[in-house]
T-cell receptor, first 117, second 115 residues
Framework: AQKITQTQPGMFVQEKEAVTLDCTYD???????LFWYKQPSSGEMIFLIY??????QNATEGRYSLNFQKARKSANLVISASQLGDSAMYFC??????????????FGTGTLLAVQP | DGGITQSPKYLFRKEGQNVTLSCEQN?????MYWYRQDPGQGLRLIYY???????QKGDIAEGYSVSREKKESFPLTVTSAQKNPTAFYLC??????????????FGDGTRLSIL
């Protein structure tokens, strides 16, 4: 069965430093997609970044980048130059199914990031 | 602005009551989803719909019902059969087919509590 594991329940980082949030996944499908979402205390889920299983390069979106290690089945989110507004819950999710025919997502349990001034 | 609107933001239910959570989107997305989030946990899929007049059960559909009569709307009813309904409910929408990189877009959620 497909599964997403986030082993860090909570993390602290100093403002302006970089932080890595871990995500490992398990799937037997050769085609899959990995998503990261941010959930502030207000509750909405904000899409951050996407990595496809066949993408040759690691995804980047502004201060967010994805350290994608396919052989190790990990897709860690790296936030550079942390800001106070980055304090939130972060969820890793995997698109279920092969070939882009379905868009159902499986979510991990999340990591709570606290940025300290 | 295009987006997803969930209402109400807070909802209270008495024992034995059914309540309906509203979700409306103007993104012209085919697919819509309902998730439940409990404290300290990730999102779990309740129901999803790929197209009007069709919907599928997710992982935790028991005690819930949905309808999809219009493309823009996907209301969720929490029935009295759901014994532990207190949770945060999130609605999402997305393009269903095509490139798999299409993210789901979420509403602001509804917090449901039992009186």
């Amino acid at each position: 069965a497909q599964k997403i594991t986030q082993t860090q329940p909570g993390m602290f980082v100093q403002e302006k430093e970089a932080v890595t949030l871990d995500c490992t996944y398990d799937t037997s499908d050769p085609s899959y997609g990995l998503f990261w979402y941010k959930q502030p205390s207000s509750g909405e889920m904000i899409f951050l970044i996407y990595q496809g299983s066949y993408d040759q390069q690691n995804a980047t979106e502004g201060r967010y980048s994805l350290n994608f290690q396919k052989a190790r089945k990990s897709a860690n989110l790296v936030i550079s130059a942390s800001q106070l507004g980055d304090s939130a819950m972060y969820f890793c999710a995997m698109r279920e199914g092969a070939g882009g025919a379905t868009n159902k997502l499986i979510f991990g349990t999340g990591t709570l990031l606290a940025v300290q001034p | 602005d295009g987006g997803i609107t969930q209402s109400p933001k807070y909802l209270f239910r008495k024992e034995g009551q059914n309540v309906t959570l509203s979700c409306e989107q103007n993104l012209n997305h085919d697919a819509m989803y309902w998730y439940r989030q409990d404290p300290g946990q990730g999102l779990r899929l309740i129901y999803y719909s790929q197209i009007v007049n069709d919907f599928q059960k997710g992982d935790i559909a028991e005690g819930y019902s949905v309808s999809r009569e219009k493309k823009e709307s996907f209301p969720l009813t929490v029935t009295s059969a759901q014994k532990n309904p207190t949770a945060f409910y999130l609605c999402a929408s997305s393009i269903w087919q095509g490139k798999g990189n299409q993210p789901q877009h979420f509403g602001d959620g509804t917090r449901l509590s039992i009186l």
